[in-house]
Protein backbone atom coordinates (compact mmCIF):
# COMPACT_ATOMS: atom_id res chain seq x y z
CA UNK A 1 0.00 0.00 0.00
CA UNK A 2 1.70 3.30 -0.78
CA UNK A 3 1.74 6.60 1.67
CA UNK A 4 -1.31 8.39 -0.39
CA UNK A 5 -3.62 5.54 -0.03
CA UNK A 6 -2.62 4.72 4.02
CA UNK A 7 -3.46 8.12 4.64
CA UNK A 8 -6.80 8.16 2.92
CA UNK A 9 -7.62 4.75 4.33
CA UNK A 10 -6.55 6.48 7.80
CA UNK A 11 -8.85 9.32 7.11
CA UNK A 12 -11.93 7.52 5.36
CA UNK A 13 -11.72 4.79 8.72
CA UNK A 14 -11.74 7.84 11.36
CA UNK A 15 -8.36 8.13 12.08
CA UNK A 16 -8.40 11.60 11.56
CA UNK A 17 -9.50 12.23 14.95
CA UNK A 18 -6.44 12.73 16.50
CA UNK A 19 -5.04 15.27 13.91
CA UNK A 20 -8.59 17.00 14.41
CA UNK A 21 -8.08 17.44 17.84
CA UNK A 22 -4.93 19.11 17.76
CA UNK A 23 -6.25 21.61 15.07
CA UNK A 24 -5.92 25.25 16.27
CA UNK A 25 -9.17 26.37 14.88
CA UNK A 26 -10.25 24.93 17.52
CA UNK A 27 -9.88 27.34 19.72
CA UNK A 28 -11.27 30.01 17.79
CA UNK A 29 -15.78 30.42 18.63
CA UNK A 30 -18.13 29.21 17.37
CA UNK A 31 -19.66 25.45 17.05
CA UNK A 32 -20.70 23.97 14.38
CA UNK A 33 -17.18 23.17 13.21
CA UNK A 34 -16.01 21.37 10.42
CA UNK A 35 -15.45 17.68 11.39
CA UNK A 36 -12.11 17.10 9.90
CA UNK A 37 -10.49 20.81 10.63
CA UNK A 38 -12.41 22.18 13.19
CA UNK A 39 -13.13 25.64 11.31
CA UNK A 40 -15.96 27.20 12.92
CA UNK A 41 -19.03 27.55 10.59
CA UNK A 42 -20.42 30.43 12.69
CA UNK A 43 -19.94 34.29 13.75
CA UNK A 44 -17.35 35.19 14.85
CA UNK A 45 -15.00 32.59 13.87
CA UNK A 46 -16.88 31.59 10.66
CA UNK A 47 -17.08 34.99 9.13
CA UNK A 48 -13.30 35.58 9.14
CA UNK A 49 -12.61 32.19 7.66
CA UNK A 50 -15.25 31.50 5.38
CA UNK A 51 -14.21 33.58 2.53
CA UNK A 52 -11.26 31.38 2.60
CA UNK A 53 -12.99 28.54 1.50
CA UNK A 54 -13.87 27.35 5.25
CA UNK A 55 -17.35 26.90 4.76
CA UNK A 56 -19.61 23.87 4.60
CA UNK A 57 -19.15 21.10 2.02
CA UNK A 58 -22.48 20.68 -0.05
CA UNK A 59 -22.20 16.65 -0.10
CA UNK A 60 -21.89 17.45 3.95
CA UNK A 61 -22.07 20.91 5.65
CA UNK A 62 -20.26 19.25 8.89
CA UNK A 63 -17.53 18.87 6.83
CA UNK A 64 -15.87 22.78 5.46
CA UNK A 65 -15.45 23.17 1.31
CA UNK A 66 -11.84 23.90 2.16
CA UNK A 67 -11.08 20.11 3.62
CA UNK A 68 -12.07 18.37 0.42
CA UNK A 69 -10.92 21.29 -2.04
CA UNK A 70 -7.05 20.00 -0.48
CA UNK A 71 -8.35 16.67 -0.58
CA UNK A 72 -8.87 16.85 -3.94
CA UNK A 73 -5.55 18.74 -4.44
CA UNK A 74 -3.42 16.06 -3.25
CA UNK A 75 -5.74 13.58 -5.32
CA UNK A 76 -3.97 15.61 -8.37
CA UNK A 77 -0.51 15.18 -6.75
CA UNK A 78 -0.72 11.64 -6.03
CA UNK A 79 -3.13 10.15 -9.38
CA UNK A 80 -3.17 6.82 -9.98
CA UNK A 81 -4.47 6.68 -13.70
CA UNK A 82 -7.17 4.00 -14.01
CA UNK A 83 -8.67 4.03 -17.84
CA UNK A 84 -7.24 7.93 -18.18
CA UNK A 85 -8.91 8.95 -14.61
CA UNK A 86 -7.53 10.26 -12.05
CA UNK A 87 -8.00 7.99 -8.72
CA UNK A 88 -7.26 8.87 -5.58
CA UNK A 89 -8.61 6.99 -2.68
CA UNK A 90 -8.86 3.75 -0.75
CA UNK A 91 -10.81 0.24 -0.24
CA UNK A 92 -12.83 0.67 3.10
CA UNK A 93 -15.69 -0.79 4.73
CA UNK A 94 -18.58 1.60 4.39
CA UNK A 95 -22.64 1.09 4.53
CA UNK A 96 -24.58 2.12 1.49
CA UNK A 97 -27.92 3.83 1.04
CA UNK A 98 -30.28 3.93 -1.81
CA UNK A 99 -33.86 5.34 -2.06
CA UNK A 100 -35.35 6.23 -5.04
CA UNK A 101 -39.21 7.40 -5.64
CA UNK A 102 -41.13 4.50 -7.20
CA UNK A 103 -43.23 4.85 -10.54
CA UNK A 104 -41.89 8.63 -10.61
CA UNK A 105 -42.72 8.35 -14.56
CA UNK A 106 -46.54 7.64 -13.70
CA UNK A 107 -46.46 10.36 -11.17
CA UNK A 108 -45.06 12.71 -13.69
CA UNK A 109 -48.09 11.63 -16.32
CA UNK A 110 -50.05 12.25 -13.61
CA UNK A 111 -49.29 15.89 -12.57
CA UNK A 112 -48.25 19.49 -14.10
CA UNK A 113 -44.28 19.83 -14.95
CA UNK A 114 -44.22 22.51 -12.31
CA UNK A 115 -46.19 20.04 -9.48
CA UNK A 116 -43.73 17.09 -10.47
CA UNK A 117 -40.55 19.41 -10.28
CA UNK A 118 -41.64 20.76 -6.76
CA UNK A 119 -42.34 17.17 -5.82
CA UNK A 120 -39.08 16.24 -6.86
CA UNK A 121 -37.37 19.41 -5.48
CA UNK A 122 -38.86 18.33 -1.48
CA UNK A 123 -37.94 14.61 -1.88
CA UNK A 124 -34.51 16.29 -2.44
CA UNK A 125 -34.30 19.01 0.43
CA UNK A 126 -35.92 15.99 2.58
CA UNK A 127 -33.41 13.62 1.66
CA UNK A 128 -30.89 15.88 2.22
CA UNK A 129 -32.13 16.65 5.70
CA UNK A 130 -32.29 13.19 6.81
CA UNK A 131 -29.15 12.41 5.36
CA UNK A 132 -27.01 15.34 6.78
CA UNK A 133 -28.86 14.61 10.12
CA UNK A 134 -27.08 10.96 10.34
CA UNK A 135 -23.76 12.35 9.15
CA UNK A 136 -24.26 10.35 5.48
CA UNK A 137 -22.11 12.17 2.45
CA UNK A 138 -25.08 12.59 -0.04
CA UNK A 139 -23.03 10.81 -3.05
CA UNK A 140 -25.40 12.09 -5.14
CA UNK A 141 -28.68 12.38 -6.73
CA UNK A 142 -29.79 10.51 -10.22
CA UNK A 143 -33.13 11.44 -11.33
CA UNK A 144 -35.75 10.13 -8.84
CA UNK A 145 -32.88 8.40 -7.13
CA UNK A 146 -30.74 9.44 -3.50
CA UNK A 147 -27.26 7.52 -2.89
CA UNK A 148 -25.94 8.60 1.44
CA UNK A 149 -22.25 7.28 2.04
CA UNK A 150 -21.90 6.12 5.78
CA UNK A 151 -17.94 5.94 6.43
CA UNK A 152 -16.32 5.91 10.01
CA UNK A 153 -14.88 9.08 9.85
CA UNK A 154 -17.94 10.74 9.97
CA UNK A 155 -20.78 7.82 11.44
CA UNK A 156 -18.23 6.18 13.55
CA UNK A 157 -17.69 2.29 13.44
CA UNK A 158 -21.62 1.64 14.01
CA UNK A 159 -22.64 3.12 10.16
CA UNK A 160 -24.51 0.15 9.24
CA UNK A 161 -27.05 0.96 12.74
CA UNK A 162 -26.74 4.73 11.74
CA UNK A 163 -27.45 4.34 7.80
CA UNK A 164 -30.72 1.60 8.75
CA UNK A 165 -31.73 4.37 10.94
CA UNK A 166 -31.29 6.79 7.98
CA UNK A 167 -33.55 4.42 5.65
CA UNK A 168 -36.47 4.06 8.32
CA UNK A 169 -36.15 8.31 8.98
CA UNK A 170 -36.16 9.01 5.43
CA UNK A 171 -39.50 6.79 4.88
CA UNK A 172 -41.02 8.81 7.76
CA UNK A 173 -40.19 11.55 6.43
CA UNK A 174 -41.81 11.05 2.97
CA UNK A 175 -45.29 10.02 4.72
CA UNK A 176 -44.64 6.44 4.65
CA UNK A 177 -46.47 4.76 7.80
CA UNK A 178 -48.99 7.93 8.30
CA UNK A 179 -52.25 8.03 7.87
CA UNK A 180 -52.46 10.05 4.65
CA UNK A 181 -50.00 7.67 3.22
CA UNK A 182 -46.77 8.81 1.22
CA UNK A 183 -46.08 11.81 -0.76
CA UNK A 184 -43.26 10.46 -2.46
CA UNK A 185 -43.52 6.42 -2.81
CA UNK A 186 -40.00 5.35 -1.91
CA UNK A 187 -38.29 2.43 -1.96
CA UNK A 188 -34.79 1.98 -0.18
CA UNK A 189 -32.06 -0.37 0.02
CA UNK A 190 -29.35 -0.75 3.01
CA UNK A 191 -25.60 -2.63 2.46
CA UNK A 192 -22.17 -2.92 4.23
CA UNK A 193 -19.35 -3.99 2.59
CA UNK A 194 -15.62 -2.70 1.44
CA UNK A 195 -15.78 -0.37 -1.61
CA UNK A 196 -13.11 2.13 -3.28
CA UNK A 197 -13.84 5.34 -1.78
CA UNK A 198 -12.20 8.86 -2.52
CA UNK A 199 -11.76 10.99 -5.78
CA UNK A 200 -12.35 10.29 -9.27
CA UNK A 201 -11.66 12.41 -11.94
CA UNK A 202 -10.99 13.61 -15.92
CA UNK A 203 -11.12 16.25 -17.98
CA UNK A 204 -10.19 18.78 -15.20
CA UNK A 205 -13.58 17.70 -13.26
CA UNK A 206 -13.34 15.44 -10.00
CA UNK A 207 -15.48 14.14 -8.02
CA UNK A 208 -16.05 12.44 -4.36
CA UNK A 209 -17.73 9.02 -4.75
CA UNK A 210 -17.68 5.30 -4.12
CA UNK A 211 -17.03 2.68 -6.56
CA UNK A 212 -17.27 -1.36 -6.82
CA UNK A 213 -19.24 -4.26 -6.23
CA UNK A 214 -21.74 -3.39 -2.96
CA UNK A 215 -22.26 0.04 -4.68
CA UNK A 216 -23.87 -2.01 -7.47
CA UNK A 217 -25.53 -4.67 -5.19
CA UNK A 218 -26.99 -1.79 -2.94
CA UNK A 219 -28.74 0.31 -6.40
CA UNK A 220 -29.79 -3.30 -7.65
CA UNK A 221 -31.55 -3.75 -4.67
CA UNK A 222 -33.37 -0.83 -3.53
CA UNK A 223 -34.92 -0.93 -7.61
CA UNK A 224 -36.34 -4.19 -6.26
CA UNK A 225 -38.03 -2.55 -2.88
CA UNK A 226 -41.74 -1.99 -2.92
CA UNK A 227 -43.11 0.79 -1.29
CA UNK A 228 -42.81 1.74 1.82
CA UNK A 229 -39.99 -1.30 2.25
CA UNK A 230 -35.93 -1.37 3.30
CA UNK A 231 -34.28 -4.25 1.51
CA UNK A 232 -31.29 -4.66 3.66
CA UNK A 233 -28.45 -7.36 3.32
CA UNK A 234 -27.70 -9.71 6.19
CA UNK A 235 -24.12 -8.09 6.58
CA UNK A 236 -25.61 -4.86 6.98
CA UNK A 237 -28.36 -6.23 9.93
CA UNK A 238 -25.50 -8.34 10.98
CA UNK A 239 -23.17 -5.28 11.48
CA UNK A 240 -25.73 -3.30 12.69
CA UNK A 241 -26.78 -5.47 15.58
CA UNK A 242 -30.15 -5.37 14.41
CA UNK A 243 -32.48 -8.83 15.25
CA UNK A 244 -32.98 -10.48 12.06
CA UNK A 245 -35.58 -12.89 13.59
CA UNK A 246 -39.42 -12.44 12.07
CA UNK A 247 -37.85 -10.54 9.12
CA UNK A 248 -39.31 -11.55 5.66
CA UNK A 249 -36.24 -13.49 3.54
CA UNK A 250 -36.40 -12.39 -0.13
CA UNK A 251 -33.85 -14.18 -2.72
CA UNK A 252 -33.22 -11.80 -5.68
CA UNK A 253 -31.87 -12.21 -8.87
CA UNK A 254 -30.03 -8.98 -9.48
CA UNK A 255 -28.33 -8.48 -13.19
CA UNK A 256 -25.83 -10.61 -12.42
CA UNK A 257 -26.00 -10.08 -8.56
CA UNK A 258 -27.74 -12.50 -6.86
CA UNK A 259 -28.48 -11.64 -3.50
CA UNK A 260 -30.72 -12.70 -0.35
CA UNK A 261 -32.21 -9.79 1.53
CA UNK A 262 -34.33 -9.09 4.59
CA UNK A 263 -37.45 -7.07 3.79
CA UNK A 264 -37.44 -4.15 7.05
CA UNK A 265 -41.45 -2.58 6.54
CA UNK A 266 -41.34 0.69 8.07
CA UNK A 267 -44.58 1.55 9.45
Not at 7 to 16: I, N, V
Not at 99 to 123: C, E, H, I, P, Y
Not at 148 to 154: A, E, N, T, V
Request: glycine content about 10%; overall charge neutral; hydrophobic content about 40%.
Amino acid sequence: MTTAEQQWRDLLSGKHADHASKSPFRFIPANPRCKLCQAPFRAPGGLLFRPFGFSPWAKNPKICGRCFKEIDKHARRCPTPVDGEMVAGAEVELSMLFADVRGSSKLARGMSVVDFTNLMSRFYEVSKRVLFEADAIVEKFVGDEVVGLFLPFMTGQNHADVALTAAEDLLRATGHGSDEGPWAPLGAAVHTGTAFVGIVGSMGTSDFTALGAPMNLTAHLASQAAIGEILVTDAAMRSAGRPLEGLEHRHLSLKGHPADALVYPVS
